[in-house]
Structures are given as C-alpha cells and as structure tokens.
C-alpha cells in the first residue's frame, strides 16, 4: 500500500503537467487557400510588368549605345563628351530603376502576404487552444518527432474554413 502511494505521488507532478505536442505543416496549408493563387497572380502580373518597363529601358539604352558607337569616329570631342554622359546617366538610371522595381514587387508581395499568413497563425493559435496544445511546432523545423507529437495539418485547414 505505501509503494503504490509513493508511485502515485512520483506520477502525479508528471501528469499534472502533461504536456500536448502538435506541429502543422504551414506550406501546406497556405497552398490549400485560394487567396494564395489570387496573390501569386497579382505578383506574377506586377513581376511581368516591371520585367517589361525594364526591357525597354535597356532597349533604350542598348539603341543609343549602338548609335553612339556608329557615329564616335565622326563626333568632336564636346559631342563625345555629351553623349557619353548621357549614356552613363541613361545607365544610372535603368540600375535604380531596376532597384526600385525590386523594392516594390518586395513590398507588394509583403502586403499581399501578410492577411494570409496571419490568417493561418490565427488558424493555428484556435486549433491550439482548443486542443489545450503546449505547443505546436512548423513541419520540418523540430529534429525529432515522437509519438506523441499530432500532426495538425488537416486541422489548421479546416479552422481555416472556419474563418472564411
């Protein structure tokens, strides 16, 4: 009889603060939501469109280079010295033209993602209270994974269902 009340009290720290592991596969989850297609079009057709505004402007560039290179021998020194500025701030300008197309398709693709992603942490955080979960940890990111580990994949998608 005392045996078995020391084995209570040495298990019952133990399943007092048992603890409930899930991890949830985040990509998956994403790639299940149609705002994700309608957000990958949009960057697709913004990409396009700067990829477009900067072929031109390295056509430009390319045209008066040409140009410059067919008439060099036959300009005066001023003329030369004009032209070859010109070129040199054309140049200029296609690079920050260039960084500044980054810089927006970055910013875009920041705005447009940020209601998915927090639309999935809101998914993950009621799967998570409602399943009393400890923790729960992205696909791929924890180095083991036990038994006792569920994997909430399925269930983040369908709380995201909920919040539609």
Do not use: W
């Not at 079009?41 to 280079?65: C, F, H, I, V, Y």
């Not at 447009?112 to 998570?128: F, L, S, T, Y």
Request: aromatic share 4%.
């Amino acid at each position: 009889m005392k045996k078995m009340i020391i084995a209570l009290m040495l298990m019952a720290p133990t399943m007092m603060f048992a603890q409930k592991f899930g991890h949830v596969n985040t990509q998956e989850v994403m790639q299940s939501m149609p705002e994700l297609a309608k957000v990958n079009g949009e960057l697709e057709a913004l990409s396009k469109q700067k990829e477009n505004d900067m072929k031109a402007m390295q056509e430009e560039l390319q045209r008066k280079a040409d140009l410059y290179d067919k008439q060099a021998s036959t300009m005066n020194a001023t003329k030369k010295q004009e032209t070859e500025a010109e070129l040199q701030s054309l140049y200029q300008k296609v690079q920050q033209a260039y960084q500044d197309a980054q810089q927006e398709i970055q910013k875009a693709q920041q705005e447009k993602m940020n209601p998915i992603i927090e639309k999935v942490r809101k998914a993950i955080n009621a799967v998570g209270q409602n399943g009393s979960y400890t923790m729960i940890f992205e696909d791929g990111a924890a180095i083991y994974t036990g038994d006792q580990c569920t994997d909430l994949t399925g269930a983040v998608k369908s709380e995201l269902n909920k919040l539609k």
